[in-house]
């Protein structure tokens, strides 16, 4: 991420809203290089979740400050996740939940399931990495609510397949997202997809992140809970 930020193309970009950036800062009180790489993100979140809830903006937060803060906090979220080693990102941060996920869909596979329904609470964050992993992110900041949908269906051949969709819209149904690399293929067989996204599953998640786990060294497998914490 450090050298996503230092990049030509980031710099760039920040010098063209160095002036937004130095008001940003006086008025938050992040020094500029706190500012730089999420944090005008974060700043852009509480302001809205703040707007959302009813509760009184700071004076400077105008509804033009709002605008530019959203088109600047959607790119710096976008070419972060986009940029620079973009599958290495992805398999070190919404990989691991993806994985979880085919876990999931493993265990059904293989042992049968009573479960009809899973479903993981987590941040914007988290859904923009899994989405990036999936690589179907929209590159837009996902809105209060949003999710993203997994079907997962038992064809008549017995053969496993699965549908993906957003819900990013309380007014109408989700969108459907076409698997990228499915050849059109709705619902995409399940082999089909696990190979698809196999660049961006972590063989060994704990040793490239430098650290091991309690669980980990008993050789138990990873809950899935201390997965989404880490992301």
């Known amino acids: 991420m450090t050298e996503t930020f230092e990049s030509q193309p980031y710099q760039r970009f920040l010098r063209a809203h160095q002036y937004f950036v130095e008001r940003l800062s006086n008025h938050t009180g992040y020094p500029i ?4 790489g999420k944090k005008i993100w974060r700043v852009y979140d509480t302001l809205t979740c703040q707007r959302i809830h009813n509760l ?4 400077w937060a105008t509804q033009d400050v709002l605008d530019t803060l959203k088109r600047v906090a959607s790119f710096e979220v976008m070419y972060s996740i986009l940029s620079h080693k973009r599958k290495e990102k992805a398999r070190l941060s919404g990989g691991v939940l993806l994985n979880a996920i085919l876990r999931n869909f493993s265990r059904a596979v293989e042992h049968g399931s009573p479960l009809k329904f899973i479903m993981y609470s987590a941040h914007d964050s988290t859904l923009i990495t899994l989405q990036a992993a999936l690589d179907v992110y929209n590159g837009l900041l996902p809105p209060y609510a949003a999710c993203q949908l997994f079907e997962f269906y038992q064809e008549y051949d017995g053969s ?3 549908e993906l969709y957003y819900r990013n819209d309380s007014l109408r149904d989700p969108y459907p997202n076409p698997v990228p690399g499915c050849n059109g293929l709705n619902p995409c067989p399940l082999p089909v997809f696990t190979e698809l996204v196999r ?3 972590a063989e060994d998640w704990e040793a490239e992140c430098g650290f091991r786990t309690k669980w980990s060294s008993t ?4 809950p899935d809970f201390y997965l989404l914490h880490n992301l």
Do not use: A, H, N, Q
Not at 219 to 222: A, T
């Open 219 to 222: 050789g138990e497998d990873i």
């Open 56 to 59: 009184t903006l700071p004076r």
């Open 33 to 36: 290089s706190k500012l730089v």
């Open 160 to 162: 496993y397949s699965l």
């Open 199 to 201: 660049d961006v599953m």
